[in-house]
């Protein structure tokens, strides 16, 4: 999803559309900061609108920094960066104020995009509602995002992604990735682990590069790749959409394909795919 879809759907459902991409003059800015030292273990992030990146580094502490932009300074007023810590776990949250007056006013934005400095195997958990997410070089990481586009990249442990809407991206997973998404596209490479597609409404499945087993449980539209697959390869049900496996060093099954072609090559272990009718 592009930033202006994403924009338009904070402004009907918040009130406040947050959207560089049709407000790139930024009338009124100011920063927002929150910094900790001393060792973070957990970082649990609230944003709202407005784009969030995570990146983990060699330190210990803590820094977050962020552009608050706002059409007033009324509104710029009401975006706020709250922050605290207990013990090891430190919890970030964006909020965004606007009155119910602003639901239709489409030449108001509000928005904060948040760039957040943590320890490299720092535990991530983050819930954003719109704007794009960018998480590398953290720990194990949770990710709830409404809508926008996730990069996750270098992710030192498993990872477990529920997307309602956005392109997903996910580059090098030490542990096992879990993802519940629906629609846009879905792209995941080189993961340590097992990968599991609980659900996908819309749009294409490509997994490659991948220690453990692969399975799509659930899988509306759209086409699947899936190749360089050391364990098993298995498809659930799949309702439309080609599917394309190579390379599995398991098994691939099948379970229920209503519709598309079935295409399969090098594959070591037993091939069970239903009959076409």
């Given at each position: 999803?592009?930033?202006?879809?994403t924009?338009?759907?904070?402004?009907?459902?918040?009130g406040?559309?947050?959207?560089?991409?049709?407000?790139?003059?930024?009338?009124?800015?100011?920063?927002?900061t929150?910094s900790?030292?001393?060792p973070?273990?957990?970082?649990?992030?609230?944003?709202?609108?407005?784009?969030?990146?995570?990146?983990g580094?060699?330190?210990?502490?803590?820094?977050?920094?962020?552009?608050?932009?706002?059409?007033?300074?009324?509104?710029?007023?009401k975006?706020?960066?709250?922050?605290?810590r207990?013990?090891?776990?430190?919890y970030?949250?964006?909020v965004?104020g606007g009155?119910?007056?602003d639901?239709?006013?489409?030449?108001?934005?509000?928005?904060?995009?948040?760039?957040v400095?943590v320890?490299?195997h720092?535990?991530?958990?983050?819930?954003?509602?719109?704007?794009?997410?960018?998480?590398?070089d953290?720990g194990?990481?949770?990710?709830?995002?409404?809508?926008g586009?996730?990069?996750?990249?270098?992710?030192?442990?498993?990872?477990?992604?529920?997307?309602?809407?956005?392109?997903?991206?996910?580059?090098?997973?030490?542990?096992?990735?879990?993802?519940e998404?629906?629609?846009?596209g879905?792209?995941?490479?080189?993961?340590?682990?097992?990968?599991?597609?609980?659900?996908?409404?819309?749009?294409?499945?490509?997994?490659?590069?991948?220690?453990g087993?692969?399975?799509?449980v659930?899988?509306?539209?759209?086409?699947?790749?899936?190749?360089?697959?050391?364990?098993?390869?298995?498809?659930g049900?799949?309702?439309?959409?080609?599917?394309?496996?190579?390379?599995?060093?398991?098994n691939?099954?099948?379970?229920?394909?209503?519709?598309?072609?079935?295409?399969?090559?090098r594959?070591?272990?037993?091939?069970?795919?239903p009959?076409?009718?």
């Amino acid at each position: 999803m592009n930033k202006f879809a994403t924009r338009l759907l904070c402004v009907a459902w918040l009130g406040v559309a947050g959207a560089p991409a049709w407000a790139q003059d930024c009338k009124f800015s100011s920063d927002r900061t929150a910094s900790f030292n001393g060792p973070v273990k957990r970082v649990v992030i609230e944003a709202g609108a407005g784009d969030l990146k995570v990146r983990g580094d060699a330190g210990d502490g803590l820094e977050a920094t962020g552009r608050a932009c706002a059409s007033s300074e009324s509104l710029l007023g009401k975006i706020a960066l709250e922050s605290r810590r207990e013990n090891d776990i430190v919890y970030l949250k964006v909020v965004i104020g606007g009155g119910m007056g602003d639901l239709f006013s489409f030449n108001r934005y509000s928005y904060l995009d948040l760039e957040v400095i943590v320890p490299r195997h720092a535990e991530i958990d983050v819930t954003d509602s719109s704007g794009d997410v960018e998480l590398s070089d953290v720990g194990t990481s949770r990710v709830k995002d409404g809508a926008g586009d996730l990069l996750l990249k270098n992710i030192n442990g498993s990872l477990t992604v529920e997307d309602g809407a956005g392109e997903i991206r996910v580059i090098s997973v030490a542990g096992a990735v879990r993802v519940e998404d629906g629609s846009g596209g879905i792209d995941i490479e080189d993961v340590r682990g097992d990968v599991t597609i609980v659900s996908d409404s819309s749009g294409d499945i490509a997994i490659a590069k991948v220690t453990g087993s692969v399975e799509v449980v659930n899988d509306s539209s759209g086409d699947i790749t899936i190749r360089e697959v050391r364990g098993d390869v298995k498809i659930g049900n799949d309702t439309s959409g080609d599917i394309n496996v190579s390379e599995v060093g398991g098994n691939f099954t099948v379970t229920a394909d209503s519709s598309g072609n079935i295409l399969y090559e090098r594959v070591v272990g037993s091939v069970r795919i239903p009959a076409k009718t």
